[in-house]
């Protein structure tokens, strides 16, 4: 099994990341912010879609990954609550808009008209598969 890593240090990295955790689903429980390091981590069921297997009856995966972003000034929830734990959002896209460059804002936009924004010095961010990894049971579809 191969272990994506990847890192975000511009807009179009961030776009790269955004595109790889399309469809994971995150508890709200591990959803985590830590002022004092500036430093903001979700821990997700990654979809892959990069493993699809065959043609006829495609199989695909999940994958236990953390993506985090250092150099946070601010969290900000919205359409989530933290009291309620075992909720599941679907991450959708994670996007950034410029304010003065490099500051800027980082907003992680889940369904249900959820979402998470975070006022940065600069992007920074890690995506990385931590290795375990099972069966989806079936592909996500969007309807347009």
Do not use: C
């Not at 430093?39 to 495609?58: D, H």
């Not at 359409?79 to 992680?108: H, M, N, Y």
């Amino acid at each position: 099994m191969n272990l994506l890593k990847l890192v975000a240090l511009d807009e179009r990295d961030l776009e790269v990341v955004s595109a790889h955790v399309q469809d994971a689903t995150v508890k709200v429980g591990d959803i985590e912010y830590r002022a004092a390091a500036k430093r903001f981590a979700v821990a997700m069921n990654r979809f892959a879609w990069e493993t699809k297997k065959g043609f006829i009856r495609p199989k695909y995966e999940r994958r236990r990954s953390i993506l985090h972003f250092d150099r946070v000034l601010s969290a900000k929830l919205f359409g989530i609550s933290r009291d309620k734990k075992d909720d599941v959002l679907e991450l959708l896209a994670v996007r950034f808009a410029a304010a003065q460059e490099p500051v800027g804002t980082i907003e992680l936009t889940f369904a249900g008209n959820a979402a998470i924004r975070l006022e940065v010095e600069v992007i920074e961010a890690r995506l990385t598969d931590t290795g375990a990894a099972w069966e989806a049971s079936s592909r996500p579809i969007h309807t347009i």
